[in-house]
């Protein structure tokens, strides 16, 4: 067998240094790879599963885990065994296709790449998360992520039109929406595709009970997207949907055809105070009955870091200054009668609430909120507290908004036991909320109260009908719970679905499938710097 380190016309990296830089990334762990390698070409993942796939029948631990920008809040992009750095040789893009809004990219391209190649046009890719400037394309397919203006134009899965991928065996095919009538002459093929469509839709018809049973929230990266792999009335049928959301663990998407929106012209705010919880759940329905493009919010804690670190953006958002908490939503149109005509709507509806608005069309002031929303985690990170570190393994949490505020004040409670400093901003308008604490991970036993108050805020989460992950994926951190969230009926077909892709499991083991609180323990980062 021709070892690795010649195998591919891309490049093998086994030095200390490098190995270091892959054990870490956005999460709350280190993991060491044994190397890291650059595939140049298809033909370079073709033989690297081979490989694989042959040291793996004869008993030797390896496997392939698929890597970007390495912002992944789960630990989804770690391994002990070879990370696939897609970006070095798959970062491409095509030509716009402005007849269809769409570009294909390559499954290792920057987002940042597909920002430089479409604003020019006033095109957007809408889901870019709050990592935009540093993550992959690839990533966020991988982690089904979303941003800002979801809670118009939905996660990543929403904006994709089809994926070309490398299955375990070498075959490669491309995903996308097919009719029943194109599913019965895929089901046809002796191939391992003709194999997954024929199984996947049996286990669809076979399990249909089990499978609508999950939870209905607006968005869920919580295991394998069974659930929507059909459309809604049945006439599309969609296998891709499994490999979006499925953090490299099915296959390796080399391309992918991303659908974009024009940009509007005009856009306003209208953010509100909150004082009270209860005021959260009716503040967020009466904002998204006026069809915002974001609806979003940042805690009291998180401004005050921005006073300290933004000094300048905290200013122009003051209207956050001493407010447990605000909620902020964006109007856009291609008019600015149409904006102003939905701002209004919003701002009487509200104001019949008895709530507090504050509107304004100045971007500096716009852009000054939606800066510090996104920088949220960040400004923990550079939070000058002595021996203590931002850790982001409660940051994922959505539950129906009709409970928000409810859960909102439980969890606070929660947290109040602790004794902790932390933030929480997030995509209010889909229910989902990204809270991050400051802990002091050198003292006795840090990484059983993180797994302590991960089990306590997760039962609060499922007790509210909600999910545990919405945009950073399972990875490491969530993957123990998958079975405390959905049963074991429902994990059952998480296991036969990836085996069904993945027989030699190969694919970034330990994800969604296979992993262990005791592996989680094991792996959190003990060092305050």
């Known amino acids: 067998m021709e070892p690795i380190t010649t195998l591919i016309t891309g490049e093998f990296d086994a030095s200390p240094e490098t190995r270091a830089a892959y054990s870490h990334d956005a999460s709350i762990f280190q993991v060491t790879p044994e190397a890291v ?26 496997s392939l885990t698929p890597r970007n920008g390495g912002t992944c809040m789960s630990g989804g992009s770690l391994t002990e065994s070879y990370v696939l750095d897609m970006t070095r040789h798959f970062g491409w893009l095509h030509e716009i296709d402005f007849n269809h809004a769409t570009i294909k990219v390559g499954g290792g391209t920057m987002h940042l790449e597909v920002e430089k190649a479409t604003h020019p046009h006033k095109l957007l890719f809408p889901p870019y998360t709050s990592s935009h400037d540093i993550c992959g394309i690839g990533g966020m397919i991988g982690n089904n992520a979303s941003g800002e203006k979801s809670v118009k134009y939905g996660a990543t899965d929403k904006s994709i039109a089809d994926l070309t991928v490398v299955l375990t065996n070498g075959e490669v095919c491309t995903f996308g929406p097919i009719t029943p009538e194109e599913l019965e002459v895929k089901k046809q093929a002796y191939t391992l595709e003709g194999h997954l469509y024929r199984e996947v839709s049996r286990i669809l018809d076979e399990h249909a009970a089990t499978i609508a049973k999950h939870p209905k929230l607006k968005k869920n990266a919580a295991g394998y997207a069974l659930w929507e792999v059909w459309n809604e009335d049945h006439t599309l049928f969609n296998l891709g949907r499994l490999i979006i959301g499925s953090q490299g663990t099915l296959a390796l998407v080399t391309e992918a055809t991303l659908k974009l929106i024009p940009m509007n012209a005009h856009r ?57 908490m605000v909620v902020f939503a964006v109007y856009e149109g291609v008019t600015r009668a149409e904006v102003t005509k939905k701002v209004e709507q919003a701002t009487a509806a509200i104001t019949a609430l008895g709530g507090e608005t504050f509107v304004s069309s100045d971007e500096q002031v716009i852009e ?40 909102l004040a439980a969890l606070e409670a929660i947290l109040s036991e602790y004794n902790m400093t932390y933030t929480y901003a997030g995509h209010i308008g889909d229910g989902s909320i990204r809270l991050v604490p400051l802990m002091n991970v050198e003292q006795p036993d840090a990484a059983g109260q993180i797994i302590e108050l991960l089990r306590r805020v997760n039962d609060l989460v499922f007790a509210f009908g909600g999910s545990m992950s919405v945009d950073h994926n399972d990875g490491i951190i969530r993957t123990p719970f998958l079975e405390r969230m959905y049963g074991p009926e429902m994990t059952a077909l998480f296991a036969e679905v990836k085996h069904l892709f993945d027989p030699e499991g190969i694919l970034n083991p330990g994800k969604k499938v296979g992993g262990s609180l005791e592996y989680t323990k094991n792996h959190i980062v003990t060092k305050n710097s």
């Open 37 to 62: 390698l650059y595939p140049r070409s298809i033909e370079d993942l073709q033989k690297l599963l081979a490989h694989v796939t042959d040291r793996k029948k004869s008993g030797v631990n390896v």
């Open 368 to 407: 000054a909120n939606l800066f510090i929303r996104r920088k949220s985690f960040k400004m923990l990170l550079e939070n000058p507290t002595p021996n203590y570190r931002a850790m982001a393994f409660l940051e994922d949490t959505i539950v129906p908004l009709t409970h928000y505020g409810e859960f």
């Open 268 to 324: 306003t705010m209208l953010l509100v105070p909150i004082e009270h919880l209860s005021q959260l759940a009716g503040t967020v329905h009466t904002l998204l009955a006026a069809d915002p493009d974001t609806c979003e919010t940042y805690d009291h804690h998180t401004y005050e870091l921005a006073e300290k670190l933004h000094p300048t953006e905290a200013g122009a958002a003051s209207t956050a200054k001493g407010k447990h």
